[in-house]
C-alpha cells in the first residue's frame, strides 16, 4: 500500500506560480511512475505531468512550457512547479503514484483568479 498526501494549493491571481507537494508513505520502493492530474469544475480528470523514476516526464499539452514536475527519490517526492497560472488551470489537483495499481492522494485545491 502506498498512501500520498498533497499540500501547497490555494488562491492565486493569474500570472502567479504555486508550488505543490506530494509525499508518499508506505510501500514506497515499488512505485516508479509519480504523477500529477486534475479535475475542474464539472470535468473529468485528466493528466497534468507524469515523472518516471528515472526522471524522464511527460506533460499535458495545456501545461507545457508553464509547469515543472520534479521528483526527490530519496524524499519519496513529487512536485510540480507551476508558473504563469490561468484561469482554466483552476482545479483539484491530485497526487498519482503507480506501481502495479493507482494509488491517489485526496487532492488539493488551486484557484486562480483573473
Known amino acids: 500500500q502506498v498512501q500520498l498526501v498533497e499540500s501547497g494549493g490555494g488562491l492565486v491571481q493569474a500570472g502567479g506560480s504555486l508550488r505543490l507537494s506530494c509525499v508518499a508513505s508506505g510501500s514506497t520502493w515499488s512505485i516508479n511512475i509519480m504523477g500529477w492530474y486534475r479535475q475542474a469544475p464539472g470535468k473529468e480528470r485528466e493528466l497534468v505531468a507524469f515523472?518516471?523514476?528515472?526522471?524522464?516526464?511527460k506533460y499535458a499539452d495545456s501545461v507545457k512550457g508553464r509547469f515543472t514536475i520534479s521528483r526527490d527519490n530519496v524524499r519519496n517526492s513529487v512536485y510540480l512547479q507551476m508558473n504563469s497560472l490561468k484561469a482554466e488551470d483552476t482545479a483539484v489537483y491530485y497526487c498519482n503514484a503507480k506501481n502495479t495499481i493507482d494509488y491517489w492522494g485526496k487532492g488539493t485545491l488551486v484557484t486562480v483568479t483573473s
Open positions: 515523472i518516471y523514476r528515472s526522471g524522464i516526464t
